[in-house]
């Protein structure tokens, strides 16, 4: 499996992603909104893009389907209860679905509701494990639920789903949010040292050059991965004294996702 990664320089700050097949040169297109940096970055690897998957069916993850397909006449995936906001689905998808790229690439599908209730995550496992996770999970953070989503539905897809995943998948998510998240860990875990030493490196890159993280890392540096850290929980009280001095882990992820929404 090849990846490419897209950065978009749009103030949306999207990464958008191509998976190919080395041995067909065939690519699939994730969430493609800047689709001519898409187009340009397969012509250059001598890659022919004959799918487009979009997570969610947010504009800024779709508006480039219609440039796409009549660029190359790919064919358009997304998840099943999202196919109708889209429009012009080739394909909706469900838990456990493949999606093959070429001869060589099998991606399954997780339904991974929360950002929106019909969001879509790719998962690449064996020696390549990569998790392509739209608005669900980045880089040190979590999406939000402000457009079609629920907090609820998010904190079940991180625990039952995310955090069981191996260690050494590398997240490849819908958006570079890496710093800033970093600064919301680091205000709700002053004394994260491994999220401290990742900031000052990425105050060192550009967004096209951003550190890639693995799950390992993001237990590590993510504040909503770190729900019974004795320092998040005490921080957090500060903010909500009504969570008593034991909150349970849903507490901890909701009310996290509560600050986060204004910070």
Not at 60 to 77: E, Q
Not at 103 to 111: A, F, I, Q, Y
Not at 202 to 231: C, H, S, V, Y
């Amino acid at each position: 499996m090849l990846i490419e990664r897209v950065w978009s320089a749009n103030p949306y700050r999207n990464f958008h992603y191509l998976v190919a097949c080395p041995e067909t040169g065939e690519a699939l297109a994730i969430d493609p909104l800047e689709w001519r940096l898409c187009l340009d970055a397969a012509r250059a690897k001598g890659w022919r893009i004959t799918q487009i998957l979009n997570t969610h069916e947010h504009r800024d993850h779709t508006g480039g389907n219609a440039g796409l397909v009549a660029a190359t006449g790919a064919k358009v995936l997304a998840h099943a209860a999202a196919a109708s906001r889209i429009g012009g689905v080739d394909r909706g998808l469900g838990t456990g679905d493949i999606v093959r790229v070429g001869r060589s690439v099998e991606l399954e599908c997780l339904d991974t509701p929360g950002h929106t209730m019909a969001h879509i995550c790719l998962l690449a496992r064996g020696g390549g494990s990569a998790l392509f996770c739209g608005d669900t999970l980045f880089n040190a953070g979590a999406g939000n639920c402000h457009n079609g989503g629920d907090p609820q539905r998010l904190y079940d897809t991180f625990v039952t789903q995310l955090a069981r995943l191996p260690d050494e998948t590398r997240v490849f998510p819908g958006h570079e949010y890496l710093a800033r998240n970093l600064e919301f860990t680091l205000d709700r875990e002053p004394d994260n040292a491994a999220a401290r030493e990742l900031l000052q490196t990425a105050g060192r890159r550009t967004p096209a050059d951003m550190t890639i993280t693995t799950l390992g890392e993001e237990k590590r540096i993510n504040t909503f991965f770190r729900l019974q850290n004795p320092t998040v929980i005490a921080r957090l009280r500060e903010a909500f004294p009504g969570i008593g001095e034991q909150p349970d882990a849903r507490t901890v992820f909701l009310k996290l996702r509560e600050l986060r929404n204004e910070w």
